[in-house]
């Protein structure tokens, strides 16, 4: 046994590894991030030109700072872009034949995958592959692509929230990781959840956690009160076996309804994660019992406002993306339509403790169409935020952590239907890209005035902003096994 342990010690320093970093806590320590890629949405604007994938400057001393400096447009009209992954991460830091070189551009609504070539040129990406909707359909019946994570098989597996006729399918879809061809399902045949939507896996406690949406048919024109009232948005995370490949318990969540983004601890080791559930506002913890099931408690609840001049009387927070620091010290969150972005201290995670609040526009702001009658957390409605001149529609939503855990970068598009719907002025007015300082002493939030990357004046016009990536991997593409 000695044996083998020093003949295994050093391939944890070996001088060439692969993509990645060791720990979540070296990866703390890697560079500072210098240029940010994040996929821009032209479907429902009114603008016929296709989605791309934008390449914006982020470091300090360049003279293209806070620019967008390339532009990647896709073949087709109207994909959605959404969401991206990697060919690989740090669940393959072990092995030094492989390198983080593709971005994976899954479509939300067109259901192809984009594979993109930023190894070449990280600054000038090109399209290297395109997955069409047909071949996913065919092999996996399903579509509807949206999460993209790299497994330490070097496979990469994609998930899904319905069936090519748009019908609830919560499924996986396998690609190789060299060729990109699609393999078929991750799950055994039959064995998809209802609906789907996030996943994040932790192989030491051989274990996978799926969260759900809603049918792609529900959600595709725009949100409609009464398919919660029916029952049609999801409201249960399932855990999956992970070596079997197959459902083992589905957890009903109580005040949990559209749980959407699955954050596992860091650390390996750890046997419990959050997800953000959307329209009830909560933050829930899931959890390993001694017994070897998993259970899942409200942590965190942000109290709906009492309001006038919107869609419904009461506005929930809108809980829509959650990340966590890679020292597993902070959660951060977004409420999209009141509008704050929050940093809660989880050292204990049970109980996690408010320590930094930051509004960045939402639909409660002084002078606009809402007045809120009653507020369980807030004096007087926020003021309207203007950075470097503009006005920012939309509300804070994307959100993405430097390594070293003190800034946050920050989009404003949900998805282009319910932006349109929830927020006008983005469609007319593009999304914004801001950035906050954090405050990783004591917790806190501050703006950085100087920051703006305004995707209301792109040549081809207003476009929307989504999920921000860094080349080297980031707290919420990166995995450790």
């Known amino acids: 046994m000695d044996r083998i342990l020093e003949l295994e010690l050093p391939a944890t320093k070996c001088e060439k590894c692969g993509p990645g970093y060791p720990t979540p806590l070296e990866a703390m320590k890697g560079p500072r991030e210098e240029i940010i890629y994040l996929p821009c949405i032209y479907r429902n604007t009114g603008i016929e030109a296709p989605d791309y994938l934008a390449t914006v400057d982020v470091d300090p001393k360049s003279p293209h700072y806070c620019q967008v400096i390339h532009r990647l447009p896709m073949p087709n009209l109207k994909d959605e872009l959404h969401h991206s992954g990697w060919n690989t991460c740090s669940s393959c830091f072990g092995d030094s034949t492989k390198s983080r070189t593709k971005l994976m551009l899954p479509c ?16 000038a990406p090109k399209l290297h592959k395109v997955i069409e909707a047909e071949d996913i359909h065919a092999k996996c019946d399903l579509g509807y692509v949206h999460t993209s994570h790299c497994l330490a098989s070097g496979e990469v597996m994609v998930s899904s929230l319905g069936d090519p006729k748009g019908n609830g399918k919560g499924g996986f879809v396998l690609l190789d ?25 932790q192989p030491r406690h051989n274990v996978m956690i799926s ?6 048919n529900v959600f595709r024109d725009g949100f409609n009160p009464a398919d919660v009232e029916a029952g049609l948005y999801g409201s249960h995370l399932h855990v999956w076996d992970w070596q079997r490949h197959e459902i083992v318990q589905t957890l009903p969540l109580q005040d949990g309804l559209i749980p959407l983004e699955v954050r596992f601890l860091h650390n390996p080791d750890a046997a419990q994660g959050f997800v953000g559930c959307a329209l009830s506002s909560t933050i829930q913890r899931f959890y390993k019992n001694q017994g070897g099931t998993w259970s899942v408690e409200k942590v965190i609840q942000v109290p709906p406002k009492k309001v006038k001049g919107w869609m419904l009387p009461e506005m929930p927070g809108l809980i829509t993306d959650i990340l966590l620091s890679l ?45 809120v009658l009653e ?11 203007v950075v470097k001149g503009k006005r920012v529609p939309g509300g804070p939503q994307m959100i993405q952590l430097s390594l070293d855990g003190k800034r946050l970068y920050v989009t404003t598009s949900l998805y282009s239907a319910w932006d349109k719907q929830f927020y006008p002025d983005l469609i007319r007015e593009g999304s914004v890209m801001l950035q906050i300082d954090v405050d990783t002493v004591k917790g806190g ?35 450790w096994v």
């Not at 020292?327 to 995670?349: A, E, K, T, V």
């Not at 507020?375 to 935020?385: A, V």
Request: glycine content about 12%; proline content about 9%; some cysteine.
């Open 108 to 123: 939300l609504m067109s259901s192809r995958i984009y594979v993109v070539d930023v190894g070449s040129e990280p600054r």
């Open 177 to 201: 990781g060299e060729t990109f061809e699609v393999k078929g399902t991750w799950e055994r045949p039959g064995g998809a959840a209802p609906m789907g939507y996030d996943f994040w896996y």
């Open 211 to 216: 969260s759900e949406w809603a049918a792609p």
């Open 327 to 371: 020292d597993d010290r902070f959660l951060y969150f977004s409420n999209w339509l009141h509008g704050d972005l929050r940093q809660y201290d989880i050292s204990d995670p049970q109980r996690p403790r408010l320590t930094g609040q930051l509004f960045l526009g939402g639909s409660i702001v002084k002078g606009g169409p809402v007045q």
């Open 375 to 385: 507020d369980q957390e807030l004096k007087s409605q926020p003021e309207p935020l």
């Open 445 to 479: 939030l501050k703006l950085n005035p100087n920051f703006l990357v305004d995707f209301g004046k792109e040549p081809l016009g207003p476009a929307l902003a989504h999920e921000l990536r860094y080349p080297g991997g980031d707290c919420s593409s990166d995995i």
